[in-house]
C-alpha cells in the first residue's frame, strides 16, 4: 500500500540523494483538524472523505524545486497521538517547520492554537518557522472562527496565517511553498551571521548542503 513518497517503503524516494536541502516539517494541532488529510492532498494529491487518522504513516517525502534548487521535504504527522497530547519532544526534534493547524469550523481547535504553538516554543529549534493554517474553509456554513480573528491570533503569535481546505484543494500547495520560502529566507539570514546554530549542525535543523560551500546563499 505504500506509495512512491512514502520514505519508509518508497526505496525510489529514500535513495534518492540527488536533492541540495532537506527540510523537516512537522503538521500539528487538535485531533480532527485535518493534518492528515492536508498532507495527504499535498503529497499524493488525494483526499479520503472518510477518517483517516489510524492510517499511522510516520511521514511522507515530497521533493520540490524552488528558484533552481532541489528540496527534500520530509513531512511528519502526529499518527494520532495529538489525541491525548503525548506527542514526544523527540517528533519536535530537527524540525525547521510548522503547520499549525485549526478547523474553522471547531472553536475548540482554534483555543488550542496557544498552546501548540507553546509546545513549538518549548520543544523546537529556535529558528523553526511557523504557519498557521484554518483548515476546512469550503465548509463556510458552519463556520465558527472568523477570519479576522486567525489572522489576529496569528500575528499575535508572530506567524504568517493562511486559510486552506484539503477536501478542495484550496491553499495546501501555497501554504508549504510559503513555509518554505521563510525557512529559506531564515536559512540565509543566519548563514550571512554565521549562526552556530546552523553552520554546525548540532543541535540544529536537519540541514542537508550537498556539495555547496557553506556560506553559500540559499537562493530562495
Ligand atoms: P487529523 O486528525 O487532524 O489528522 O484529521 P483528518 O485528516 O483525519 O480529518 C478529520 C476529518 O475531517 C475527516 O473526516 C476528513 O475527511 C475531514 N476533513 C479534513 N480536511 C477537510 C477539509 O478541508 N474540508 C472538509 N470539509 N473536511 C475535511
Ligand atoms: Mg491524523
Redo the contacts with the bound molecule.
Sequence with gaps: MASATDSRYGQKESSDQNFDYMFKILII?N????????LFRYADDSF??????TVGIDFKVKTIYRNDKRIKLQIW?TAGQERYRTITTAYYRGAMGFIL?YDITNEESFNAVQDWSTQIKTYSWDNAQVLLVG??C??EDERVVSSERGRQLAEHLGFEFFE?????NINVKQTFERLVDIICEKMSESLDTADPAVTGAKQGPQLTDQGAPPHQDCAC
Excluded: L, Q, W
Design positions: 494541532g485531533s480532527s483538524v485535518g493534518k492528515t488529510s492536508f479520503t472523505p472518510a477518517f483517516v487518522s504527522d493547524m483548515n476546512k469550503d465548509m486552506a481546505s484539503a477536501k478542495d
